[in-house]
């Protein structure tokens, strides 16, 4: 039996220096039946240069061209060429350990699974931590982890796209794309949509993805951006609880575990 085909989807802008490296760990992955999606978007280094030639090496690898935009757009770009049943999305500075796929897609296919949480890497110069909030293997029920996602959702691991893996279908039925205009938090409001659509959400302490941080990444700029505009900040985190509160109304579960739901902007201020 074939394996089923896993999009990877990477916005990149002005990642040269560091996009070698993140589509040899993509490239080299066991899981063979990848649709590698790379999302230029606008660069002015050598970002399509390396791109195009990665694609003559490797037939899985697309360049998809748009203006500088920002990582919103070009995420939605990606998903909008998507063909895998399943998604997986990577940052351009970052990298994929071997096997992260195959490890992921066991786990999602034993448990049938809607949505997978693995662990990572955190690389800061030298210095690794792995990192695992949840420390359980096991599938709960959404509802169940909604309890998870309120009191951790400020959390990376529950908050960020690069420990995941996403099952296309709801994607797809629930219409969700990333939402424009936020300067940070646009993943976590894409993964409140997604949680709207899934039944069975599947933890795994599997390390699965390394997080390189330094001065340029996009995470780096966008806790920059926090603090040299403190105001916008303060409406991007209205924003995000108000996709959490959503969330919970859409899941029926506000009623009765709404109270509290505001502590989101006291733990997320703190994490930052």
């Known amino acids: 039996m074939s394996e089923p ?4 989807v990477i916005p990149a802008y002005n990642a040269e220096k560091r996009l070698d490296r993140c589509l040899k760990s993509v490239c ?3 899981w063979e039946a990848l649709q590698i999606l790379v999302i230029d978007d606008g660069s002015r280094d050598g970002t399509v240069e390396k791109a ?6 490797d037939a899985r690898v697309e360049i998809i061209h748009q203006s500088n935009m920002g990582v919103a757009r070009a995420r939605n770009n990606g998903l909008d060429h998507c063909r895998g049943e399943w998604i997986r999305f990577v940052d351009a500075d970052d990298e994929l350990p071997p096997g992260s796929l195959r490890i992921q897609m066991n786990r999602v296919t034993q448990n049938s699974s809607d949505l997978l949480l693995s662990g990572y890497e955190h690389h800061v110069g030298d210095v690794v931590r792995v990192c695992n909030l949840a420390s359980r293997d096991e599938t709960i029920s959404c509802d169940e982890y909604l309890l998870y996602h309120k009191r951790y959702g400020h959390s990376f691991f529950c908050g960020v796209l690069w420990n995941k ?9 629930g219409e969700i794309r990333f939402r424009d205009g936020l300067t940070f938090g646009e993943d976590f ?3 409140c949509e997604y949680l709207a659509q899934a039944e069975r959400i599947t933890f795994s302490t599997d390390v699965v993805y390394r997080y390189i941080r330094h001065p340029g ?3 780096f700029s966008q806790a920059m951006d926090s603090v040299v505009h403190p105001i916008r900040n303060a409406k991007v985190k209205f924003s995000l609880y108000r996709s959490l509160k959503t969330l919970f109304q859409e899941r029926g579960m506000y009623e009765r575990y709404g109270r509290g739901l505001w502590l989101y902007l006291f733990r997320f201020t703190l994490n930052q």
């Open 52 to 57: 195009k030639a990665w694609a003559r090496q």
């Open 165 to 173: 893996l996403f099952r296309r279908e709801l994607i797809e039925r």
């Open 217 to 219: 990444s996009l995470t």
């Open 28 to 30: 080299s992955q066991d």
């Open 189 to 191: 409001t894409f993964v």
């Open 5 to 8: 085909l896993i999009s990877v």
